[in-house]
């Protein structure tokens, strides 16, 4: 059974930084791309950033464009999140999820396209 596990949230000030993990176990297909997501009470959860697989292609939302990174590491099956400059807006529940099939990269801010999901990692920004 795929399991992913995020790690690195946490409570900090506006301007500071985060590195969340997302380890990834007991996959026996290979994954197409990762994502993060993130959701506040009450709202949609919403995409933040993507990244291939493969070619390592990186999506972004306009709102943290310049601010987070994602990069992976194929040898460890897993996904991370540099997040700087941090925003009280960006406070939320983050998630990382797995993609499982093929298709467009436009594609991968839909939560559609994620087959697994991880439990979510609370990270929380204050002003």
């Known amino acids: 059974q795929v399991q992913l596990v995020e790690s690195g949230g946490g409570s900090v000030q506006a301007g500071d930084s985060l590195r969340l993990s997302c380890a990834v176990s007991?996959?026996?297909?290979?994954?197409?791309?990762m994502g993060w997501f993130r959701q506040v009470p009450g709202k949609e959860r919403e995409f933040v950033a993507a990244?291939?697989?493969?070619?390592?292609?990186?999506l972004y939302a306009d709102s943290v464009k310049g601010r987070f990174t994602i990069s992976r590491d194929n040898a460890k099956n897993s996904v991370y999140l540099q997040m700087n400059s941090l925003k009280p807006e960006d406070t939320a529940v983050y998630y990382c999820?797995?993609?499982?099939?093929?298709?467009?990269?436009?594609?991968?801010?839909?939560?559609?396209?994620?087959?697994?999901w991880g439990q979510g990692t609370q990270v929380t920004v204050s002003s």
């Open positions: 990244i291939t697989w493969s070619g390592g292609n990186t």
């Open positions: 007991g996959r026996t297909t290979r994954t197409y791309a």
């Open positions: 999820a797995d993609r499982r099939a093929a298709g467009l990269t436009s594609r991968l801010r839909k939560e559609s396209e994620y087959a697994y």
